[in-house]
């Protein structure tokens, strides 16, 4: 399965598209068409509704005017107890206006039955007026309320077969027949179909704009921020020089004057601090070089005090042998010192052979006398193209490390994993304090702050970590579940890619 097609490239996948629509381009892109939307909608809905009261409101006052003044002057003209041919009569009279509408007219006749007379026979009856408006039309008002009109003219919006219609009614005062009217509202409703269709047009388009817009206020805020962004990862990768170009007076233009002086503040900064540094490591090299004359010899008189230790007064021999001692730990330091500064300056070199590194551990352990503190866990024909002498330096750092501080026996296993060597030192101590582990590879790091001249400079594991690191690999510290430290070195087993071209001269201390 690859990544690609299994959950966690997916989850990636999703992550990645997470954090490009949350980018501030995005944002600032949907904010302004959310605004734009809310406004364009908002004003869109208002627009709708004021034209659609205004549309409706001018065709019913119409049509109301013109039915009541049609039933002024056809059915208030009507005899007081008319036949259905008359009430027809002025039905089709009152229904022959501009105003398009359909009448029907209901009145008593001379024997005292209802007729009811439309203008167009099955177009328009009285079933379709709602009861509770022909309710109101036939209610008598009583002569001390509002105007004292017995009667009045009362409307009602209503859909018949899924069409609007305008009904309305009113009675001819007097004891006058009672007219309806039925318009249709079909045409307005188009009309406002149509506007509505022209809004969410203006709507869209306006959408479209600011979305537009948004992309040139963002193209025009957000290029300083992304040159700022850019500056500040080269500044990040180390070119203390970059600078921004500075124009106008805006808060984005005093960002990039502010973004340039601390560059320069940082630059000015680095560079002293670097001086130092180099004025630091050229005194530890030039101390170590001068130490080294007269510590020759020094060396040489402490070996001739140490060969005639026996033959010297008891009381003075606990003197020469610590003089030997503490002479031979401070040539130690001055070499291990020298081997420092050759890393800082990086001019420590790679000098690869094939080496055979079950041969090369049990070779290491032999020269120092520990072959019956270590137990070797290696088979032979694991061979490696390395350097011999700084991997030998690693090893007897790392075991001598394990059995000054884990005791014996202390197990060294070697293995071959891919392309990488892998060799694990291994104490039966106490193994190493949690707080301690974090710290174990720095210089002139010493577990006990109490015992600063204990035995050791407290470089041998940082000397052991360049030296892995110039191989291109690495030294991980750890407790072992069963107890005691365990000391995991990897390394490539071909390190020529990071050994230089040029002619390789081994640089002895």
């Known amino acids: 399965m690859t990544e690609e097609t299994s959950p966690l490239g997916g989850l990636r996948g999703r992550a990645a598209g997470l954090l490009r629509w949350t980018s501030l381009r995005l944002r600032l892109v949907i904010v302004f068409a959310l605004v734009a939307l809310t406004a364009a909608v908002s004003a869109s809905g208002i627009a709708y509704w004021l034209n659609r009261d205004a549309v409706l409101t001018r065709t019913q006052n119409a049509a109301l005017d013109d039915f009541r003044k049609q039933l002024k002057d056809h059915a208030g003209e009507l005899p007081l107890r008319p036949s259905c041919d008359q009430l027809k009569e002025a039905a089709n009279r009152m229904a022959s206006t501009t105003q398009n509408y359909e009448v029907v007219l209901i009145d008593r006749k001379s024997d005292g039955e209802y007729c009811a007379a439309a203008s167009e026979a099955g177009v328009f009856t009285l079933d379709k007026v709602p009861p509770e408006l022909r309710t109101a039309v036939n209610k008598v008002r009583p002569a001390n309320e509002g105007d004292g009109v017995p009667y009045h003219l009362y ?18 005062i007097g004891d006058g027949p009672t007219g ?7 045409s307005e409703r188009a009309d406002l179909n149509s506007l509505g269709w022209s809004l969410g047009i203006a709507t869209a388009l306006a959408l479209i704009g600011s979305a537009l817009l948004a992309q040139a206020a963002a193209t025009t805020v957000l290029r300083p921020v992304q040159r700022l962004g850019e500056a500040a990862r080269r500044l990040g990768e180390g070119k203390l020089d970059t600078r921004l170009r500075v124009s106008g007076t805006d808060e984005l233009a005093d960002l990039s004057r502010t973004f340039n002086r ?12 670097s001086a130092r540094e180099a004025a630091s490591r050229r005194f530890v090299a030039d101390m170590s070089h001068e130490l080294r004359t007269p510590l020759t010899a020094i060396t040489a008189v402490t070996e001739v005090l140490e060969d005639e230790a026996d033959g010297l007064d008891p009381m003075i021999a606990p003197a020469v042998r610590l003089v030997v001692t503490e002479t031979r730990r401070l040539n130690d330091l001055v070499e291990n010192l020298m081997e420092v500064t050759r890393f800082d300056a990086g001019t420590a070199r790679l000098v690869l052979d094939d080496v055979d590194v079950a041969d090369m551990v049990t070779a290491c352990i032999d020269a120092r006398a520990w072959l019956d503190a270590v137990e070797l866990d290696a088979e032979r024909g694991i061979v490696a193209r390395l350097d011999p002498r700084r991997l030998d330096v690693i090893l007897a750092n790392l075991i001598g490390n394990a059995l000054k501080h884990g005791g014996s026996p202390v197990r060294v296993a070697v293995r071959e994993d891919g392309e990488q060597l892998v060799v694990e030192v291994r104490d039966h101590g106490p193994g190493i304090p949690e707080d301690v582990l974090p710290h174990v590879f720095d210089r002139f790091y010493k577990a006990s702050a109490s015992r600063p001249r204990s035995e050791g400079s407290g470089l041998g594991l940082s000397i052991a970590m360049e030296n892995a690191h110039i191989h291109g690999g690495d030294i991980t510290a750890a407790n072992s579940p069963e107890g005691g430290a365990v000391f995991t070195l990897r390394l490539p087993m071909d390190a020529s890619r990071l050994a230089p071209d040029e002619p390789q001269i081994r640089n002895e201390p």
């Open 180 to 186: 309806y009217l039925l318009k249709s509202l079909a």
């Open 155 to 172: 409307w009602q919006r209503i859909t018949l077969g899924g069409d609007p219609y305008l009904v309305g009614g009113a009675k001819v």
């Open 262 to 273: 601390t560059a320069e503040s940082l630059e000015r900064r680095v560079e002293e601090l």
